[in-house]
């Protein structure tokens, strides 16, 4: 009987030493910073900042842990920017067209039907035009670190289905905070609004919208296609997404970290492209079994709708004409 309690209570010693952590010392992290993204959490830019945060915590060994909010947690996007100035906040992955008012040259990679299709977008991204572009972010003192997918943006409404640019007139449309939108969809006859993305079912359940316009994924995963059913494939343009880091923040990293966070951003870049392609499939036909109507364009309408957008090209880009043609040709 005594040596079976001594044997016991030999084990439960042994077991304690190395589950205390007697034998690993635990690692304290130098740098815990925050990452904002305003898509829920099995979306995949959220996926990608997670492996994101994971290689980074792996590769500094456990110095750099970097925490993710999703769904908004940290705010719009507009107020995420604002955070990220003084360092409040110091990664996060927006949209483009959030920032393109006060960058107004990100208005060339944003352009409606300045691409062919995702594979023209991401040879321009991956090349010299697209690092030219991550730089001009330090004019807002912000680290452009890598570009996210989120694939065309298309039209979606509640009770009229958008056939030809004529069927959009007189619609209130959500659009993104950003001037070039507005214009865009003031040109085509409707009437845009800036709602927060958040507030994107609400808007079409209190009846303040009657169309929208995102991705595939967005529609569907924050169940948008509950208000509006018919989705108009038009893919008028592709707004990439962008993983930023404060300024404030990366002059209080050392350099070895400020290499291994750029890396690690661009390795998740990679990933969330893979994921994006799949959900993208998986969110049209999952939003169709609900209901959805998908309307394909014919090659007339869809020409109008290239042609009505044309002069958003002078009056944004006009001083870069050499560059979207440059793009375009590329
Ligand atoms: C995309 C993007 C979001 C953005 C949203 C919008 O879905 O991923 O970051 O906020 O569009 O329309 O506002």
Redesign the pocket.
């Known amino acids: 009987m005594r040596k079976a309690v001594f044997l016991l209570l030999g084990s439960v010693i042994a077991l304690c030493l190395s589950g205390c952590g007697l034998k690993e010392e635990a690692v304290v992290p130098e740098f815990v910073l925050t990452y904002a993204d305003?898509?829920p959490e099995d979306y995949p830019?959220v996926l990608g900042a997670q492996r994101f945060a994971e290689l980074v915590k792996e590769q500094t060994g456990g110095k750099v842990v970097i925490q993710i909010k999703c769904g908004g947690e940290y705010g719009t996007?507009e107020e995420v920017l604002s955070q990220m100035e003084f360092g409040g906040i110091d990664f996060s992955r927006?949209?483009l067209a959030?920032i393109s008012d006060e960058l107004p040259k990100l208005n060339v990679l944003q352009l409606p039907y300045l691409y062919e299709d995702s594979e023209h977008m991401w040879r321009i991204l991956d090349g010299e035009i697209g690092d030219e572009f991550l730089r001009l972010f330090k004019e807002k003192d912000l680290i452009g670190l890598s570009w996210y997918d989120?694939g065309a943006r298309s039209f979606y409404s509640d009770t009229v289905p958008i056939r030809t640019p004529e069927d959009l007139k007189g619609l209130t449309v959500r659009v993104?905070n950003s001037r070039m939108v507005m214009d865009m969809v003031t040109l085509l006859g409707a009437t845009p609004v800036t709602f927060a993305?958040s507030d994107v079912s609400y808007a079409f359940e209190t009846g303040k919208i009657d169309a929208a316009e995102?991705?595939w994924p967005?529609y569907q995963m924050l169940e948008h296609y509950r208000s509006a059913k018919y989705y108009t494939v038009d893919e008028h343009s592709r707004v990439p997404?962008v993983q930023l880091a404060s300024g404030q923040t990366w002059r209080k990293l050392p350099e070895e970290y400020q290499e291994i966070i750029v890396q690690c951003a661009k390795e998740s870049a990679f990933y969330e492209r893979e994921i994006w392609a799949d959900q993208e499939a998986e969110s049209r036909s999952a939003a169709i079994e609900m209901g959805c109507r998908e309307i394909r364009l014919t090659p007339d309408a869809q020409e109008k709708f290239r042609k009505i957008v044309q002069p958003l090209y002078e009056e944004y880009c006009g001083e870069y004409t050499e560059l979207v043609r440059q793009i375009q040709a590329f």
């Open positions: 305003n898509q830019t996007e927006i949209s959030s989120a993104q993305y995102n991705n967005a997404e």
